[in-house]
């Protein structure tokens, strides 16, 4: 059976970035493991014994690694502000590959814009989240019907919307991340408009 020591996600498993975890093991598909929660990005300053929440993290993160590989493949997430970009591709640097595919739904974003990111080597397609999750961005980016793997259990799913997202080739508008941070607009606050 696959652990995750095996695969490229253990660095970030000892560091205790690896958190909320809805699914957190081996999938489907031989030799993968799967990840769906949170990679914290940023810890705060820790007194004593005291667990206290990330500053900043990429949330709702579906990804999966293959065992006795050193890069992740895939990373779909979301940033809360653009500028963790830069916070992002300083944690997972050496866990990145140039032919992997990672994209990233973005708060701060104009909703109408969509970009190609490219940071050392690394492209990261930068979308707009529309308040809403990063699963039904996802499945509305492949245009995979939830009905289609609504029977599946928890690692299937994983392994199906990922293939489907796994050498996404968008052209979108290349920019740097100088120019994102140009360009990224206030944070729009996630509980708006939400009934209490």
Known sequence: MTTIE???LSRLA???RLLNAVLKGPTS???RFGFRGDIALKFQAQVADEKRPPDFSLEQVLTMAQEGETTIPIIVGYIHSFAYLQTLTQ????LLSPSGTYVMFCNNIDLLAKYNVTVNGITFHVLPC????VWKETLELTGIDKNDIKKLDAGSKL??????VLGLKA???PITLEQGLER????????????V
Request: proline share 8%.
């Open 6 to 8: 095996r695969t490229p």
């Open 14 to 16: 000892s560091e205790g």
């Open 29 to 31: 598909k031989s030799g």
């Open 91 to 94: 944690v997972l640097a050496d």
């Open 130 to 133: 529309d308040e809403s999750t």
């Open 159 to 164: 392994d199906y919307v990922l293939d489907h």
């Open 171 to 173: 052209q979108y508008e």
């Open 184 to 195: 990224m607009v206030p944070v729009r606050n996630r509980n708006e408009n939400r009934p």
